[in-house]
C-alpha cells in the first residue's frame, strides 16, 4: 500500500467543495503565450502489441513500483478503448505502473494525458517529485470516484479540490509547472482544479522541486474487484513562452526584505495592475490594486511561513515566493 490518502476517510463528512479558486486568468495566459514546445516525453501506445507488458515493452521509460516488469503490477496494451489510434495502457486491479520522467528540477513543462474510467470502476494515480518505491516523495494524488461521481485531487495531505467526473468517456488531464518559480497548476479538461507550490510534498512540508514519475495504481477502494481504467497520449513537454516566464526576468522584479516582519517592499520596472498573496496551500489570503511600479504589503498580520505573491501586469502573471518571518 504506497499512497498517502484515503478518500474513505471522508465518505460521511459533507465537505466537499469545488475550489476551482485560482489561475484561470493564468492558465489562459500560459497557454495562449506557448512559442515554443520540446517533448521531453510522449507515447500513444499504437506501437505495442495488445496483450503485451508495458515495463517490458518499454523498459527504458515504464516500471513497476517494485520494479518487476511482467508481475501482476504490470499493465497491459489494450485496444478496448483508445483516445487516439488504437491502443492504451490498461490499468487493472493491484497493477502499479510507473512512467519514469527523469527528475526534471529546472525550466517550466506541461505533464498530459488522456483518461477513461468505465461506470463502478475507481481511478487513482499520483505525481512524485521523486520514484524510490516506499521512499518515494508524493507531489499529488487523484481519485476518480463512481460512488458520487466525483474527481478529488489531494495536495498537501489534504483533499483540496473536489470536481464533478463523468466515467465511461475520455478525459484530458494537464498539469503546467514552473518549476524555476516553484508553481503549478492542474486542469481537468477546461476546468483549472487548483494551483499550488509544486514543492510540496504529500506531508504538508516543503520536499523537491522536481518532476520524478507518474504511478497509475489499480487500486480496489470498494474491495469488488472491478478496478479498471485506460490511459493514452502521455507526454511531457518543456516550454518556453513570452508571458509568464519573460516577465518574471523582464520585469526586474525585487521583493525586500525577504525574509519581511512588519512589511514587504515590491519594485518592478513595468506596472503591475494587481497583487495577490497566497499560502503554501494555494488560498488566497489577500487581494490589492496597485496601478504602480512599487508597491509596500503590511505583512504584519501574516502567520510566520512562506508565502507566494502573484502580481498581474495586465497580459502576464508572475509569481515570487516570499517568507514572513
Known amino acids: 500500500m504506497h499512497f498517502i490518502n484515503n478518500p474513505n476517510n471522508n465518505f460521511n463528512k459533507p465537505k466537499f467543495k469545488i475550489m476551482k479558486k485560482i489561475l484561470l486568468l493564468m492558465s489562459a495566459l500560459f497557454t495562449a503565450a506557448i512559442i515554443n514546445a520540446q517533448v521531453v516525453k510522449s507515447n500513444n ?80 494515480f499520483n505525481v512524485l517529485h521523486k520514484f524510490a518505491g516506499g521512499s518515494s516523495e508524493w507531489s499529488n494524488e487523484v481519485y476518480a470516484l463512481p460512488h458520487d461521481s466525483t474527481f478529488h485531487l489531494f495536495v498537501g495531505g489534504n483533499d483540496t479540490a473536489v470536481l464533478a467526473f463523468t466515467f465511461d468517456t475520455w478525459h484530458n488531464i494537464k498539469y503546467s509547472v514552473d518549476l524555476t518559480y516553484d508553481f503549478a497548476y492542474m486542469l481537468l479538461d477546461a476546468d483549472t482544479v487548483f494551483s499550488w507550490p509544486w514543492s510540496l510534498d504529500g506531508n504538508g512540508n516543503t520536499g523537491l522541486d522536481q518532476i520524478g514519475a507518474m504511478d497509475f495504481y489499480g487500486y480496489d477502494l470498494y474491495s469488488v474487484g472491478n478496478v479498471r481504467l485506460y490511459i493514452d497520449d502521455v507526454k511531457l513537454e518543456k516550454i518556453s513562452t513570452v508571458g509568464i516566464k519573460d516577465i518574471n526576468d523582464d520585469a526586474n522584479i525585487r521583493l525586500f526584505p525577504n525574509p519581511a516582519s512588519e512589511v514587504l517592499n515590491i519594485s518592478t520596472t513595468k506596472t503591475m495592475k494587481t497583487a495577490k498573496i497566497l499560502n503554501i496551500n494555494g488560498s488566497v489570503v489577500a487581494n490589492f490594486n496597485v496601478n504602480d511600479k512599487n508597491f509596500q504589503l503590511n505583512t504584519e498580520n501574516l502567520s510566520a511561513g512562506l508565502y507566494y505573491i502573484q502580481m498581474n501586469f495586465g497580459s502576464s502573471i508572475a509569481v515570487r515566493k516570499f517568507v514572513k518571518r
Not at 95 to 116: C, H, M, P, R, T
Request: aromatic share 12%.
Open 45 to 124: 501506445f499504437d506501437s505495442y502489441t495488445v496483450g503485451n507488458y508495458m515495463a517490458q515493452s518499454d523498459s527504458a521509460n515504464w516500471t513497476t513500483w517494485s520494479n518487476l516488469p511482467g508481475s501482476i503490477e504490470d499493465g497491459k496494451i489494450s485496444n478496448v478503448h483508445a483516445a487516439s489510434g488504437t491502443n492504451s495502457l490498461m490499468i487493472s486491479k493491484d497493477n502499479d505502473q510507473v512512467w519514469l520522467l527523469g527528475d526534471s528540477a529546472n525550466g517550466k513543462y506541461e505533464l498530459s494525458f488522456k483518461i477513461y474510467v468505465p461506470t463502478d470502476s475507481v481511478a487513482y
